[in-house]
T-cell receptor, first 111, second 115 residues
């Protein structure tokens, strides 16, 4: 089955700092890759996705590129805001449809 | 456009009891998946329903069962509750056969506490 390894948190940054959250995965087949975000007390929201090698997903200033050769899907943002404080989950989705989540990375952005 | 809705929001039960959680998928979606998220952990896949049948199941005991109705809504049932079943239960819906076939949209979750 699929598995994912995410950068251990928590990550604490100042506003306007550069963000990278590493994600590597193992998978059978050729999964789509997703980043989900979870704000306190809420469910998960899809942040961005990529469905094939070298695809770049982007949304709200966040980006991640599907790197098949390194089985990675690292999340980046050039300038974080306080409102970006949340837990971020990387998830490969296999051909059998289920999403496999890591433990998540807690991001705190200070003013 | 209504998103995924879940009920109830919170629930408190005692060990040994049974619980039923409900989910209505996003409009136009036909597939419902359930996940369990323990505190401080990522969601774990329980099972998925499509065309009123369980299509796939994660590593959960038979105490966890589900159902999907003709209108695509779904229920998750847990019997003989254990303390370890305390978690946030998330429902996610998706559309089978779409180009992003496994893009799933999540509801706000039901927080279950077992005492």
């Amino acid at each position: 089955g699929n598995s994912v390894t995410q950068m251990e948190g928590p990550v604490t940054l100042s506003e306007e700092a550069f963000l990278t959250i590493n994600c590597t995965y193992t998978a059978t087949g050729y999964p789509s890759l997703f980043w989900y975000v979870q704000y306190p007390g809420e469910g998960l929201q899809l942040l961005l996705k990529a469905t094939k090698a070298d695809d770049k997903g982007s949304n709200k200033g966040f980006e991640a590129t599907y790197r098949k050769e390194t089985t990675s899907f690292h999340l980046e943002k050039g300038s974080v805001q306080v409102s970006d404080s949340a837990v971020y989950f990387c998830a490969p989705g296999g051909s059998n449809y289920k999403l496999t989540f890591g433990k998540g990375t807690l991001l705190t952005v200070n003013p | 456009d209504a998103g995924v809705t879940q009920s109830p929001t919170h629930l408190i039960k005692t060990r040994g009891q049974q619980v039923t959680l409900r989910c209505s998928p996003k409009s136009g979606h036909d597939t419902v998946s359930w996940y369990q998220q323990a505190l401080g952990q990522g969601p774990q896949f329980i099972f998925q329903y499509y065309e009123e049948e369980e299509r796939q199941r994660g590593n959960f005991p038979d105490r966890f069962s589900g159902h999907q109705f003709p209108n695509y809504s779904s229920e998750l049932n847990v019997n003989a509750l254990l303390l370890g079943d305390s978690a946030l239960y998330l429902c996610a819906s998706s559309l089978s056969g779409s180009s992003s076939y496994n893009e799933q949209f999540f509801g706000p979750g039901t927080r279950l506490t077992v005492l």
